[in-house]
C-alpha cells in the first residue's frame, strides 16, 4: 500500500504554469505505477497521465499532451505534473494514484491521495 499526499495547486492565469507534487510513503513506491487524474466540478474523474515504476513509459491524455509533463524521483519517493500553457478547462482537484506496476495509463488504481486544487483564470 502507498500513501499519497498532493501539493503545488493554486490559481494561475491561463498561459501560466504549475508543477504539482505527490509525496507516497510505503515500501512499493519505487514498484508501483504512477498516475495523475483530475476531476472538474460536475464532471467524472478522467485520467491525465501516468508513468511505469523506472520511468520508461509514460502516457498522457490526448487533453494535455504537449503542454504537462509526468516525472517521478523514487530517492524522494515523489512524483511531479509539470503543467505549462494552462487553459480555463484544465481546472479540477488534481489527484494522484498508484499500484502495483502494470499497465501505464487509465487503469484501474488502488491507491489515492485526497487532491489538490488547480484553477485557471482566463
Known amino acids: 500500500q502507498v500513501q499519497l499526499v498532493e501539493s503545488g495547486g493554486g490559481l494561475v492565469q491561463a498561459g501560466g504554469s504549475l508543477r504539482l507534487s505527490c509525496a507516497a510513503s510505503?515500501?512499493?513506491?519505487?514498484?508501483?505505477?504512477l498516475a495523475w487524474f483530475r476531476q472538474a466540478l460536475g464532471k467524472e474523474r478522467e485520467f491525465v497521465a501516468a508513468i511505469s515504476w523506472r520511468s520508461l513509459s509514460k502516457n498522457y491524455a490526448d487533453s494535455v499532451k504537449g503542454r504537462f509533463t509526468i516525472s517521478r524521483d523514487n530517492a524522494k519517493n515523489t512524483v511531479y505534473l509539470q503543467m505549462n500553457s494552462l487553459k480555463p478547462e484544465d481546472t479540477a482537484v488534481y489527484y494522484c494514484?498508484?499500484?502495483?506496476?502494470?499497465?501505464?495509463?487509465?487503469?484501474?488504481?488502488?491507491?489515492w491521495g485526497q487532491g489538490t486544487q488547480v484553477t485557471v483564470s482566463s
Open positions: 494514484a498508484a499500484k502495483f506496476r502494470g499497465r501505464v495509463g487509465p487503469d484501474v488504481y488502488d491507491d
Open positions: 510505503g515500501r512499493t513506491f519505487s514498484s508501483s505505477t
